[in-house]
């Protein structure tokens, strides 16, 4: 008797609890993370050229696609940064040639930018810190400011030199002792307010440190600069300026801007002389700063375009690879024939071990360019409409969100929340309270794809074993446990090379012996006699529920509730509406 006899013989797979599709493809995935302080765009670079050198070795028929990629948006990001860099340094050169007409007093404060972001660069080099969007931004924020010393000590010397009829070294000898304790006290309020988001707690201090790190060693080397070299640059580069200008825009400016300084000037003395009479537009403008700010949407981090997506598919309890398989598949269909943002998907079922019943499928949207004249091609807009459309899915949940705006601080953007039995009143109170939150959370047009997990109940098909008319079969417990297993969970029994490699033997029922509950009843158990005997004439079975596992906050029971803002909705203003809708579930 051969194995073929009794036996399907087939290569298959040796755990069926996971799947991967590329659109639609079969496919074999895995994912490559970021060691602390590593950088995003030389680590997705060599993982590229890694993969493009091991391409010439796959079997025939299978390629590399990259299926996630953050990197794009990371490469964009400080691309912007680095054009409104120099649209900065542009702007300010402008604003000096205007207000200084002269291109020799605009040399000194230009020649601060370069030696001050230098030594910005030193000083983050020096405390380990890396060039981000965080302390970009800070140098973009900081080339206003950075100039402002350098501009203060020009326009003072050149002052000097038009009042006074002083020489380009008397003005400056006498210009920085008027102005460098004025000086000195711009940086320390500067400091004042930069400095303190360094001491932050949390992940305020995280993200704000390099931020704060930035702004004020920008601040004190501009400073240093102001004070150390802007002096003899002055003194070396200015000359007086001659009486009548020849140029007629430049004369009509200045005479605009002396209107200007004299009209100001008169409201100064004014005030002066009933200085109380200032708090009222003070007190005026702070009350309007607080009106406004009460009305204005709050969130921690806005939710950006980063051209990717995550789908969470989860099925009702019990659903088969096949069926989570169809619900990828059309999720698939819709995203790449309907969706012209979307430009590939790679689908993970299983995924993270969770049961043949969940996927998570990863969108990749095409290029930035390529979407960013329509506002109805972006990230948020895509999810959307594709929650719309699959808001009543008949197998389950499919649930569309955008990552989070900072890696690492979980797994979507939007917000979690947890709802909380302060009352003791039990898991089913506390079940029917999150079905009705989400139930008037899907009717608020303020938030989407609200969701509580853990509220599902599962369901376990119970084995009732006879005992006694098993033994009288002559069979054991321990017999009939082992054959249950090998009929349905299969078992490994020898090994086999295959290729160059040692792959394992496992002996399983057919799936068309083991697909239906009743299927169990249908065996036959063998005896210490070799005897086959029915399991049906020991053997019975039932359905039963299995609560689901509450979680703990604070020792008391809590379900998880996550969720996102709507489009155009901020997530602070989201979780506002939230809070409403709890306050009104009663009951504790």
């Not at 993370?33 to 670079?45: C, F, W």
């Not at 400095?195 to 932050?200: C, D, G, R, V, Y």
Request: net charge negative.
């Amino acid at each position: 008797m051969r194995l073929a006899d009794v036996a399907s013989v087939e290569i298959g797979q040796e755990a069926y609890g996971g799947d991967s599709r590329f659109d639609g493809l079969n496919a074999a995935g895995f994912g490559v993370n970021l060691e602390t302080g590593a950088n995003a765009i030389d680590t997705a670079n060599a993982v590229k050229a890694t993969m493009a050198q091991l391409a010439p070795s796959l079997p025939e028929g299978v390629e590399f696609r990259i299926a996630y990629d953050t990197s794009p948006f990371v490469e964009l990001s400080i691309e912007q940064v680095c054009h409104t860099l120099i649209e900065a340094v542009v702007l300010v050169f402008l604003v000096l040639i205007i207000f200084l007409q002269s291109w020799r007093a605009t040399l000194v404060p230009l020649i601060a930018v370069p030696v001050v972001l230098l030594g910005t660069f030193a000083v983050l080099y020096a405390t380990g810190y890396s060039i981000n969007t965080l302390t970009m931004f800070a140098m973009v924020l900081a080339i206003g400011l950075l100039v402002d010393d350098a501009i203060v000590v020009v326009e003072n010397v050149e002052r000097l030199m038009e009042d006074e009829g002083l020489s380009a070294r008397e003005a400056t000898r006498k210009s920085m002792g008027q102005i460098t304790t004025a000086l000195l006290g711009i940086n320390v309020v500067l400091a004042a307010v930069f400095l303190p988001m360094a001491f932050f707690g949390g992940s305020t201090r995280v993200i704000y440190r390099q931020f704060s790190l930035t702004m004020v060693t920008a601040m004190t080397l501009s400073l240093v600069f102001a004070i150390v070299l802007s002096p003899p640059m002055s003194a070396r580069l200015l000359r007086p300026r001659p009486g009548h200008i020849r140029f007629a825009p430049a004369r009509w400016f200045n005479s605009g801007m002396d209107r200007f300084t004299h009209g100001y000037d008169a409201g100064v003395r004014g005030t002066m002389r009933a200085p109380l009479l200032v708090l009222v537009p003070l007190f005026v403008v702070l009350g309007g700063a607080w009106w406004v700010r009460q009305r204005i949407d709050s969130s921690f981090i806005p939710i950006e375009d980063q051209g990717v997506l995550m789908t969470q598919v989860s099925l009702t309890e019990g659903a088969t690879t096949q069926q989570t398989l169809a619900t990828v598949k059309e999720v698939k269909d819709y995203l790449l024939n309907q969706e012209g943002a979307a430009e590939s998907t790679f689908a993970s079922l299983g995924f993270g071990g969770s049961g043949q019943n969940i996927a998570m499928i990863f969108v990749k949207l095409r290029d930035f360019g390529e979407r960013q004249d329509n506002p109805a091609l972006s990230a948020s807009s895509v999810a959307g409409r594709a929650n719309m459309r699959f808001a009543t899915h008949r197998a389950g949940r499919v649930m569309f969100m955008q990552p989070p705006a900072i890696p690492g601080m979980g797994n979507f953007g939007g917000f979690t929340m947890y709802l909380v039995d302060q009352a003791d009143n039990g898991s089913d109170a506390l079940k029917t309270a999150a079905e009705r939150l989400v139930a008037a959370a899907r009717q608020n047009p303020g938030v989407s794809n609200v969701d509580a997990r853990g509220t599902d109940e599962d369901s376990a098909l119970r084995i009732d074993i006879d005992n006694e008319k098993a033994e009288s079969f002559g069979v054991s417990l321990s017999a009939v446990n082992g054959m249950l297993s090998v009929i349905f969970a299969g078992s490994e029994v020898n090994d086999f090379v295959l290729g160059s490699s040692l792959r394992p033997v496992i002996v399983r029922a057919a799936p068309e012996h083991r697909m239906q509950p009743e299927d169990i009843v249908k065996g036959y158990a063998i005896n210490a006699d070799d005897e086959e005997v029915p399991f049906a004439s020991f053997m019975t079975t039932s359905w039963e529920p299995v609560a689901p596992t509450l979680q703990r906050y604070g020792g008391t029971s809590a379900l998880e509730i996550s969720g996102s803002a709507a489009e155009g909705v901020s997530s602070g203003a989201a979780m506002d509406a939230m809070e409403e809708m709890v306050a009104d579930l009663d009951g504790g």
